[in-house]
């Protein structure tokens, strides 16, 4: 059976934290292709690409009776860190080079300047049950 491929297409801009791919308990995904294209005229920009998972932490209550004085926290691992992407250049990314657990972690991405602008495209197959769909 042949794959069906998907495709996430996202305009950014600013430096807000986006995410790319949301985390799903139950499947994860195999990436099979994945750009970056700095649409800035003339600026470069630098790019963080980062896997995010919230950890809960047990909730008890505190010497104040509030039930959320234990903050969950965050766990952050980088693709990639302030990686300059000249003006009008496009980066591509091998598959192995963003393979991860899709089950676990929201992929994210975030910019450096509230000028920058890119476009990412990711090409995806999903899994179901524990398998890619081919």
Not at 54 to 63: C, E, L, R, S
Not at 76 to 89: G, V
Not at 95 to 111: G, S, T
């Amino acid at each position: 059976m042949e794959g069906i491929k998907r495709y996430i297409h996202k305009s950014i801009s600013g430096t807000n934290e986006t995410t790319l791919v949301e985390r799903d308990t139950q499947q994860d995904i195999d990436i099979t292709g994945f750009t970056i294209c700095n649409t800035h005229v003339t600026d470069s920009t630098y790019v963080d690409l980062y896997l995010k998972r919230t950890n809960q932490n047990f909730h008890i209550p505190g010497t104040d009776g509030n039930w959320d004085s234990i903050p969950d926290d965050v766990t952050i691992l980088y693709i990639m860190k302030d990686l300059e992407i000249t003006s009008n250049n496009t980066l591509v990314l091998e598959p192995r080079e963003i393979d991860y657990n899709a089950k676990e972690f929201n992929l994210m991405m975030q910019l450096n300047d509230g000028s920058s602008s890119v476009d990412v495209i990711i090409n995806f197959i999903k899994e179901k049950n524990g398998n890619i769909q081919r």
